[in-house]
């Protein structure tokens, strides 16, 4: 498999190269946002905003590595990772919407939790432990609470546009649907077909990456903007310039 450089030798070297600037500049923010925020509550809107980006790092570093080697579908569900976390930050951005956003998450963990020793019961009713101690604790949780859903993070800030290529990156790539299985075949004029196992293109990767960094972005300026981070904003700004200024990839 031919290996992507990042010596911006075409239009995909180009697009990793600026991935990895933007990579740097933002664990460069959360040291400074870590910093900044010493001593918050662990609830905080500014203690969850430092979480995503610090989720946000390793994604950004996950999809480097992996257009590095032209894994195009792999890449882009850690891209679909990154407009979740866009989400997260952009909901977080204004007290009203924070409050209902870190809501959400708490009620989505103890929904999860519910939802999990429910199956149990349900369908592994023959697993070692407690089962009636398992009920009971059910049984006391509250049935109203709902998991989270990232349209409805989606519809809390200015990231809600973006929902779309989340939308289609769930169906190009994340899930197994008929699109991303179609990353398996080739077909030929005469409609027949074979299958398929070759390496990303270059125009695949570029597109990859130039979605995956309208996220990341976002996720740093948003951070910045919140714990007041006033270097890391600075320097993502540029990068986001630099971002405008590249040729555009194709589509999703």
């Not at 209902?100 to 070692?128: A, C, H, N």
């Not at 949780?141 to 809600?160: C, F, H, N, W, Y």
């Amino acid at each position: 498999m031919e290996i992507i450089s990042m010596d911006g030798a075409n239009i995909a070297g180009h697009w990793l190269a600026l991935a990895g600037d933007v990579h740097t500049a933002m664990f460069l923010g959360a040291d400074e946002a870590q910093r900044l925020t010493d001593g918050v509550t662990g609830w905080s809107a500014e203690a969850v905003a430092v979480r995503l980006l610090l989720r946000s790092c390793r994604n950004l570093q996950g999809i480097i590595v992996l257009c590095e080697q032209r894994l195009v579908v792999e890449s882009r569900t850690l891209a679909r990772s990154l407009l979740e976390n866009s989400f997260g930050v952009a909901a977080l951005q204004s007290p009203e919407s924070a409050q209902t956003y870190l809501q959400m998450l708490w009620d989505d963990s103890e929904e999860s939790r519910r939802r999990q020793g429910k199956f149990i019961l349900d369908k592994l009713s023959s697993s070692p432990g407690d089962v009636a101690k398992l009920r009971q604790a059910i049984d006391a949780m509250d049935r109203s609470l709902k998991t989270i859903s990232p349209k409805q993070v989606a519809e809390l800030g200015a990231m809600l546009p973006q929902y779309l290529y989340y939308q289609r990156l769930s169906d190009d790539s994340a899930h197994a649907t008929a699109k991303s299985l179609h990353h398996h075949v080739t077909i030929a004029a005469d409609k027949s077909w074979t299958f398929r196992y070759v390496p990303g293109t270059d125009g695949e990767i570029a597109a990859t990456i130039q979605y995956a960094l309208i996220a990341a972005l976002a996720v740093g300026v948003g951070v910045a903007d919140l714990v007041g981070a006033v270097e890391s904003k600075v320097r993502l700004m540029q990068l986001s310039e630099r971002w405008r200024a590249l040729p555009t990839a194709e589509s999703i």
